[in-house]
């Protein structure tokens, strides 16, 4: 053990909580805490290059019902850093086609003593389900367009990094808001932080119902540009749609993309998000998405930095309890 | 056949206009004496059975119109045996099976499936409501006319509109012939596709997608303006919108033929219930706002919705145990209607006695045409004992119904049926089930 990692030798008491489902139910304190944790970890390891052993003897296994390159990459290599193992789990090929439920697909791998479950699925509320029927913790890696944790976690410290803190900045989040989760996942976050947040997008895709939760709802990103210390770009969900929430996408292009004519007419100090995948061209063009405002990549080191911290309060070594390495071999969870 | 008499109780017949304590004298299966010393001491003598019913409701038997037996096809959820077996343990003495089984009620071979299969199953009557469309597909009408000498009640194409309008127009003026009522299902598909719950701000907030009222509102609004220009007899089924309850009630006050129910789950749950991400949360109609349910009692108390009917929708366990888009739509009623109606409608003052029996026995079988609802001389001797301030907890685990999904597991409720008679023979005794168990 380095002696950076004895800094993590565990999870601190004012963490109560068993899994991360959604930042809806968190306090300010716990998002607080979480990202105090990863900006630990980001520089305990260099940057997130280096490895610990926080989690040695671990299993966190990767439970994907929905495709994903880069939130289970960064899961698997967040787990990788804290010396976990790492098991993948992908439903295309599994035993959900031949017909099992989700949970007993969860239940055996339980059963194969794995001690974190990320998940991944397409509808809103199953990461939830699943920690009714399993003892061990469960991150939510997105689950429909409900939420996405760590997504929005990784966006606010990213704003924390390069603006200091999150209390009293405007925070514009633009684009399909109605089909997602990072919007929700940023929604709650940031306002817990102090934060104001403005939900920008067609009436088709931001409802006015928005306004209720005490939000600000616009369909004009040009008048709001100027009061924006932040905008995070959502993706279009064209998968998720019923029928198309726009006429065209050049349509919703002059409306909403954020392009070098709409950059001029924002704050110098300008921080450009993107939780991509992003489509150059429409709700971003290429020369604003690569240029010096946009923290699109350091999102992507940010998410592994956050993504130590979730694996590690879900299931790191807490006061009084046995840690996975120290059981007997065949002890039952 | 032997007698029964029923002694003491509070009579409630609102067929009648009576709301007083007395007996209740059956023979032959038929009510032979009703009321305060109505029953002469040498009769009383003579009874063959005697149930002290001090300090109880007796009710005529009461009629659920909503219920899906699931037989034939998928008896895996439920049976008309265990269905009935749930009717009578909830006091129910009558329902109406609803034919969208598998394969749909629309021939007179499948209406007398179901009669010999209640028959056998000995509980309670089982009325069967119809297909409007052969194979309830929408395309053409079913053979309405065969299907009422088979014995069908009334028609209905439920699980789903009659989606053409002029089918629905058709339908409701061939009705006119039999007099028969065509229970509607009001939902436009376009507008509630993919929902699995009421589109609002909880929707919003879990992403869940949404059903919105106006799906429930548009298809009502049709459906009143076709029973208003054919003279055919509209039911809304499962009425759960605030908006839904206006439309009904302006149609009425214009004296258009229109009833309307509405589900102990649409009096009493939320959408914000769906927060647990708990399928057995999960209907259709679905579960709307707080307003939606005040404007749902206020129609129960000024009588804009006729009646209250369960839309008794049981699913195997391993179907409900899915992620939440995946699931079934449908929650079980029938052993749990009458402790909700006591519990939401009695015990708070929103209903008294004889409005809440003319809602679950009078009415419907009015709008049904049968000849139950009443206890007037020489009516059907069924009968169903409530005891008022009876408290209880639900226990899934003991419910006849073959299926569990019920989210009012675990719920404190007060009321409940002691005895259910069906034709002058007792079919259930609270007591004498519990010393079973």
């Known amino acids: ?72 990459t960064s899961f698997a290599l967040a787990a990788r850093r804290l010396g976990a193992d790492v098991v993948d789990f992908s439903a295309a090929g599994s035993s959900l ?48 367009p409900h939420e996405h944790p760590t997504q929005g976690l990784l966006d606010i410290f990213s704003i924390r990094e390069q603006l200091g803190s999150l209390e009293g900045l405007t925070v514009g989040l633009v684009g399909d808001i109605a089909h997602s989760r990072t919007a929700r996942s940023n929604l709650w976050g940031l306002t817990k932080l ?61 409306l909403y993309a954020m392009d070098k004519r709409r950059l001029r007419r924002a704050r110098s100090d300008l921080v450009i998000l993107a939780p991509g995948p992003i489509n150059r061209g429409v709700e971003v063009t290429a020369d604003v998405a690569d240029c010096p405002q946009s923290l699109i990549l350091n999102q992507v080191t940010n998410g592994l930095a956050v993504r130590m911290a979730a694996l590690w309060l879900t299931c790191g070594p807490r006061a009084g309890e046995p840690t996975p390495s120290s059981q007997p071999a065949g002890a039952s969870a | 056949m032997p007698s029964l008499l029923i002694r003491g109780g509070r009579i409630v017949d609102p067929s009648q206009s009576l709301d007083a304590t007395g007996d209740v004298l059956i023979r032959d299966g038929r009510v032979v004496a009703i009321g305060a010393a109505a ?76 009669h010999q299969k209640a028959a056998r199953a000995d509980a309670c009557n089982v009325f069967v409501v119809a297909c409007v469309s052969r194979d309830r597909a929408g395309k053409e009408l079913a053979e309405i006319g065969q299907l009422v000498e088979a014995g069908a009640v009334a028609f209905t194409d439920d699980g789903s509109p009659v989606y053409d309008a002029e089918l629905m127009r058709r339908a409701f003026e061939y009705c006119r012939m039999f007099d028969k009522p065509i229970l509607a299902h009001e939902e436009v598909l376009e507008l509630s596709h ?12 879990l992403g869940l997608p949404g059903m919105p009222a ?7 609004g049709r459906d009143i303006a076709l029973a208003e220009v054919t003279g055919g007899r509209l039911h809304v089924m499962h009425l759960s919108t605030a908006g839904g309850v206006a439309l009904v009630r302006r149609a009425k006050a214009q004296g258009i033929a229109v009833t309307a129910e509405a589900t102990p789950h649409h009096f009493t749950l939320t959408d914000e219930c769906l927060r647990q991400f708990d399928s057995n949360y999960k209907m ?73 029996v003319d809602a679950m026995s009078t009415l419907p079988s009015r709008i049904l045409g049968i000849d139950r609802g009443t206890l007037a ?21 003991t419910f006849r119904s073959k299926s569990v999904n019920s989210p009012f597991h675990g719920w404190q409720l007060t009321g409940r049926a002691v005895a259910t008679i069906v034709g002058g023979r007792v079919k259930f005794r609270l007591h004498e089930a519990a010393a079973a168990s």
């Open chain 2, 214 to 220: 106006a799906a429930e509102e548009v298809m009502i």
């Open chain 2, 284 to 356: 259709s109609p679905p579960l709307r706002t707080a307003a939606d349910v005040e404007a749902i009692l206020d129609g129960l108390v000024d009588g804009t919705i006729d009646c209250i009917a369960t839309d008794h929708a049981p699913h195997a366990i391993e179907k409900k145990m899915l992620e939440l888009d995946r699931a079934p739509f449908g929650i079980l009623g029938l052993e749990t209607a009458v402790g909700l109606s006591i519990t939401r409608l009695i015990v708070p003052g929103r209903l008294d006695w004889p409005r809440l």
């Open chain 1, 194 to 254: 102090g934060a104001k947040v403005i939900l920008c997008g067609p009436p088709t895709l931001v409802s006015q119902r928005w306004q209720e939760l005490g939000v600000e709802v616009s369909h004009d990103l040009d008048t709001i540009l100027p009061r924006c210390h932040v905008l995070n770009l959502l993706r279009i969900q064209f998968e998720r749609q019923n029928t198309p929430p726009f006429p065209s996408v050049r349509e919703y292009a002059h």
């Open chain 2, 39 to 114: 029953v002469s001491e040498s009769d009383a003598a003579g009874a063959d059975e005697v149930i002290d019913a001090e300090g109880m409701i007796i009710t005529p038997g009461l009629v659920d119109m909503h219920v899906h037996l699931r037989e034939p096809g998928r008896e895996e959820d439920e049976t008309i045996e265990t269905g009935a077996a749930a009717a009578i343990a909830g006091g129910f003495t009558s329902v109406a099976c609803i034919p969208n089984t598998e394969p749909p009620i629309d021939t007179q071979g499948a209406v007398e499936f179901i």
């Open chain 2, 377 to 397: 001389v020489g009516a059907v001797g069924d009968v169903t004992i409530i005891d008022p301030n009876l408290t209880w907890e639900v226990d899934a685990s």
């Open chain 2, 194 to 205: 993919g929902g699995v719950m009421h589109e609002g701000l909880v929707s919003l907030a």
């Open chain 1, 1 to 72: 053990m380095t002696a950076s990692d004895h800094a993590f030798a565990e999870v601190p008491q004012s963490w109560t909580h068993r899994h991360l489902l959604d930042l809806e139910r968190l306090s300010a304190d716990d998002i607080t805490l979480l990202l105090d944790t990863a900006a630990a970890f980001k520089q305990a390891t260099n940057g997130c290059r280096t490895k610990l052993t926080a989690l040695a003897g671990s299993t966190v296994v990767n439970l994907f019902f929905e495709s994903s390159t880069r939130t289970k």
């Open chain 1, 97 to 144: 086609s031949k017909g099992e439920s989700f949970i007993d697909t969860a239940k055996n791998l339980e059963a194969m003593g794995v001690d974190a479950v990320v998940v991944r699925h397409q509808t809103p509320g199953t990461p939830h389900l699943l920690t009714e029927h399993l003892g061990v913790g469960v991150i939510n890696a997105g689950d429909g």
